[in-house]
T-cell receptor
Framework: AQSVTQPDIHITVSEGASLELRCNYS??????LFWYVQSPGQGLQLLLK??????LVQGIKGFEAEFKRSQSSFNLRKPSVHWSDAAEYFC???????????FGTGTSLTVIP | ETGVTQTPRHLVMGMTNKKSLKCEQH?????MYWYKQSAKKPLELMFV???????ENNSVPSRFSPECPNSSHLFLHLHTLQPEDSALYLC??????????????????FGAGSRLTVL
């Protein structure tokens, strides 16, 4: 069965520090991969996506993610975190049926001054 | 308005009430989704519509009744809910499937959600 694991429930980083959020997935084929961000009281906003090609993808707000097939991972990174990045981050897998998406449980990011 | 709009943003209802959640998308998409978001749980897919036809009902209790009158509007009718149904209900839309986007995959665009509290 397909699944998405975000092993870190909560991460705290200092403003200006680098960030890496982990995501592992279980799926028999190459999936479509997504990272979403959710601010309090809001819906999910797409940060970036991987469909094929270059395994390092760039997203909005200075985020990037790298697809590593051998590790079944799609970790999200940002070189310098801003206080406004504090939010909940969700990794998701989309199947090639086009209508099935599986989400992780999310990682809550706190940014301290 | 642009994007996906959900109303109401907050709803408090008793267990015997009947209420509805509304979702409207202005993206020209043809697929619409209802998800339930509970604390510390993965998003739970409830229903999927593609060109107004329901394609997924993820074993959702009958006290939740979806309606999709056209590709731009999606409703979730609520009746005789339980306190454990309290959650954030998210609507999403996407291009139709399986064609999806020109790159061959679909991307979900979410609304801001309706926070439901059942007393």
């Amino acid at each position: 069965a397909q699944s998405v694991t975000q092993p870190d429930i909560h991460i705290t980083v200092s403003e200006g520090a680098s960030l890496e959020l982990r995501c592992n997935y279980s799926y028999g084929a190459t999936p479509y991969l997504f990272w979403y961000v959710q601010s309090p009281g809001q819906g999910l906003q797409l940060l970036l996506k991987y469909f094929s090609g270059d395994t390092l993808v760039q997203g909005i707000k200075g985020f990037e993610a790298e697809f590593k097939r051998s590790q079944s991972s799609f970790n999200l990174r940002k070189p310098s975190v801003h206080w406004s990045d504090a939010a909940e981050y969700f990794c998701a897998v989309g199947l090639n049926t086009g209508n099935q998406f599986y989400f992780g449980t999310g990682t809550s990011l706190t940014v301290i001054p | 308005e642009t994007g996906v709009t959900q109303t109401p943003r907050h709803l408090v209802m008793g267990m015997t009430n009947k209420k509805s959640l509304k979702c409207e998308q202005h993206l020209g998409h043809n697929a619409m989704y209802w998800y339930k978001q509970s604390a510390k749980k993965p998003l739970e897919l409830m229903f999927v519509y593609n060109f107004k036809e329901q394609t997924e009902n993820n074993s959702v209790p009958s006290r939740f009744s979806p309606e999709c009158p056209n590709s731009s509007h999606l409703f979730l009718h609520l009746h005789t809910l339980q306190p454990e149904d309290s959650a954030l209900y998210l609507c999403a839309s996407s291009p139709s499937f399986p064609q999806g986007t020109s790159s061959g995959a679909n991307v979900l665009t979410f609304g801001a959600g309706s926070r439901l509290t059942v007393l």
